[in-house]
């Protein structure tokens, strides 16, 4: 069965940092890009941080480069979304994602979500 569960979620005030988890289970982690998406209420859905099967390359939404950092440990089939100073503008529900493109199934698994609020 394929889960992927993220915590770490909370409320924090604008400059706070809270570091996201998201752990996997039922399917070959480390074959996997994972993608970190949030969603505000009344808003798409959007792309925060983006990491390779290895871990090693990244890829960031404009707004918050040089704020959070996305890791992984394949040992640990654990994944990381590390966010500093923080604004209210970050304030959504993020999702892990995991993603494999093959030649003829793409594989694509997503988490529950977990909620982060920025508020003073």
């Known amino acids: 069965q394929v889960q992927l569960v993220e915590s770490g979620g909370g409320l924090v005030q604008p400059g706070g940092s809270l570091r996201l988890s998201c752990v996997a289970s039922?399917?070959?982690?480390?074959?996997?890009?994972i993608n970190w998406y949030r969603q505000a209420p009344g808003k798409e859905r959007e792309l925060v941080a983006a990491?390779?099967?290895?871990?090693?390359?990244?890829n960031y939404l404009d707004s918050v480069k040089g704020r959070f950092t996305i890791s992984r440990d394949n040992a640990k089939n654990t994944v990381y979304l590390q966010m500093n100073s923080l604004k209210p503008e970050d304030t959504a529900v993020y999702y892990c994602?995991?993603?494999?493109?093959?030649?003829?199934?793409?594989?694509?698994?997503w988490g529950q979500g977990t909620q982060v609020t920025v508020s003073s």
């Open positions: 039922g399917f070959t982690f480390s074959n996997f890009g």
């Open positions: 994602n995991a993603l494999r493109r093959g030649a003829i199934i793409t594989r694509d698994y």
């Open positions: 990491i390779t099967s290895a871990g090693g390359s990244t």
